[in-house]
């Protein structure tokens, strides 16, 4: 089973930029997995953001961050990122990542798989 764990969040400021990464390890092969960004906010519950499939040919996005935000990956490095451009306040959140569902046909869906969570990364945005 893969395992993440989220690094480079950070207290920005309204319209700055922060890029987050995502480490895979563990037992399973990432190239196998599309791979999508989570964010939970306090006293609201988790939500997908963005997702990418597993040879990285196809993306999607809520439309809460569409068009500031950009994933991708290397499966040489087992890595994800996470572009956020833009930030607002309302960004403000824990950010993580997990194999997610690939949908029909096979791409990727803003639906985890997983099991379990890594430790996250904390974005905070302030105005």
């Known amino acids: 089973q893969l395992e993440f764990k989220e690094s480079g969040g950070g207290l920005v400021q309204s319209g700055e930029s922060l890029r987050l990464s995502c480490t895979v390890f563990?037992?399973?092969?990432?190239?196998?997995?599309?791979i999508a960004w989570f964010r939970q906010a306090p006293g609201q519950e988790r939500e997908g953001i963005a997702c990418?499939?597993?040879?990285?040919?196809?993306?999607a996005y809520a439309d809460s961050v569409s068009g500031r935000f950009t994933i991708s990956r290397d499966n040489s490095r087992n890595t994800v990122y996470l572009q956020m451009n833009r930030l607002k306040p309302e960004d403000t959140a824990r950010y993580y990542c997990a194999a997610a569902w690939p949908g029909s046909p096979p791409a990727c869906t803003l639906l985890s798989k997983s099991d379990s969570w890594g430790p996250g990364a904390q974005v905070t945005v302030s105005s």
């Open positions: 990418i499939s597993r040879a990285a040919t196809k993306t």
């Open positions: 563990g037992g399973g092969i990432m190239s196998d997995n599309a």
